[in-house]
């Protein structure tokens, strides 16, 4: 384990990462716990207004990460100061995540159902992160031996393989594999050799004189959906809170 953590954590470079996640990790941790403090009416905390507008914490968020991420160039690789520009970045990639959701519909959906994306992109991009510390690189470079990637054809191929394989499981509608697919190429694989999602692009192209495809992509989507759905929106209230009732479904 100490060998591990010495080669992939702490190698030259890798300190300013790890920085930045635990930052973003602890920010969106921290502002989550304040807004449902807020939402529930208890504490010292509320609402940020100037002139009768709220504002919303991804805009300093966005300040820090721009502050942040100049630094990180300025300040190169290493050095208290690419450690400190690293903490910035993260803390405002939190805040601005946190209400990726509101950026995304442009309105104040964080208390909605439109308002779990929120989580579900923090989490994605925590663990995207989280696997790039921990040695992977994206498309599949870091399974090459030193003979491989001294072969510019070989890594050429391996990146276009890997990429093909992530474009086409977006098509068939499996974004999360897709994502997680640029850093583990095996994941990508699956999505793309697995029935495609029947409102996906792929299966409006394909299956459209298939019957039995549409049918097996349906009733695939269904069973799917019915066992993932729940613990993932149980998952999600955990994390960031149960959303407001729907007035329209009472």
């Given at each position: 384990m100490g060998d591990w953590w010495q080669r992939n954590i702490m190698e030259p470079g890798k300190l300013p990462l790890l920085l930045a996640l635990a930052a973003f990790v602890l920010t969106f941790v921290i502002t989550r716990v304040i807004t449902r403090r807020?939402?529930?009416?208890?504490?010292?905390?509320?609402?940020?207004?100037?002139?009768?507008?709220?504002?919303?914490?991804?805009?300093?968020?966005?300040?820090?990460?721009?502050v942040g991420g100049f630094g990180a160039v300025a300040g190169g690789r290493h050095g208290f100061g690419s450690a400190l520009a690293a903490v910035v970045f993260g803390v405002g990639a939190g805040l601005v995540l946190d209400e990726?959701?509101?950026?995304?519909?442009?309105d104040d959906v964080y208390w909605t159902e439109?308002?779990?994306?929120?989580?579900?992109?923090?989490?994605?991009t925590?663990?995207?992160?989280?696997?790039?510390?921990?040695?992977?690189t994206p498309f599949g470079v870091d399974g090459m031996s030193e003979d491989e990637l001294q072969d510019r054809a070989n890594v050429i191929a391996t990146v276009a393989g890997n990429f093909c394989f992530s474009l086409l499981a977006l098509a068939k509608g499996k974004?999360?594999?897709?994502?997680?697919?640029?850093?583990?190429?095996?994941?990508?694989?699956?999505?793309?050799?697995?029935?495609?999602?029947p409102d996906s692009l792929w299966a409006r192209r394909f299956y459209g004189r298939r019957?039995?495809?549409?049918?097996?992509?349906?009733?695939?989507?269904?069973?799917?959906?019915?066992?993932?759905?729940?613990?993932?929106?149980?998952?999600?209230?955990?994390?960031?809170?149960?959303?407001?009732?729907?007035?329209?479904?009472?």
């Open positions: 807020i939402r529930a009416g208890k504490g010292p905390f509320g609402n940020v207004e100037a002139g009768g507008v709220h504002i919303h914490h991804v805009i300093p968020g966005i300040v820090l990460t721009v990726f959701a509101l950026i995304l519909h442009l439109e308002g779990r994306q929120s989580v579900e992109v923090v989490v994605v925590a663990a995207l992160v989280g696997l790039l510390l921990a040695g992977f974004a999360r594999l897709a994502v997680f697919g640029v850093i583990v190429p095996l994941v990508a694989l699956i999505g793309a050799v697995r029935l495609a999602r019957p039995r495809a549409r049918a097996r992509a349906r009733l695939r989507a269904y069973h799917h959906d019915r066992r993932w759905s729940g613990p993932r929106r149980a998952f999600q209230d955990w994390i960031g809170g149960r959303p407001d009732p729907d007035p329209d479904r009472r």
